[in-house]
Nanobody, 114 residues
Framework: VQLQASGGGLVQAGGSLRLSCVAS????????MDWFRQAPGKERDLVAT???????NYADSVKGRFTISRDIDKNTVYLQMNSLKPEDTAVYFC?????????WGQGTQVTVSS
């Protein structure tokens, strides 16, 4: 399984970005897909989750600002990030899980300037 993340960049505080994670097979084959982020010197933290039936969950720090969604036909999961803050600066990773294992995409850098 390959996951290709993209969409990161440099944005001013208050701005928006949309991250994409394209899977090499149908995303319905995964029971969950997630977005994580890792800031320099910090642990990798869970940001948002979407299950195979479309249920979503968010870290408290991003609730109301970030939205995880999916396009099944495109094998893609998105993370819409609004009202970005400097503390959102991190490398963002997508992850998927199925009964056989856990798969990570490469990271995409998000930098929010104040």
């Amino acid at each position: 399984v390959q996951l290709q993340a993209s969409g990161g960049g440099l944005v001013q505080a208050g701005g928006s970005l949309r991250l994409s994670c394209v899977a090499s097979r149908t995303i319905l084959s995964f029971y969950v897909m997630d977005w994580f982020r890792q800031a320099p010197g910090k642990e990798r933290d869970l940001v948002a989750t979407i299950t195979s039936v479309g249920n979503t969950n968010y870290a408290d720090s991003v609730k109301g600002r970030f939205t995880i969604s999916r396009d099944i036909d495109k094998n893609t999961v998105y993370l819409q990030m609004n009202s970005l803050k400097p503390e959102d600066t991190a490398v963002y990773f997508c992850r998927s899980r199925d009964l056989r294992g856990t798969y990570w995409g490469q990271g995409t850098q998000v930098t929010v300037s104040s």
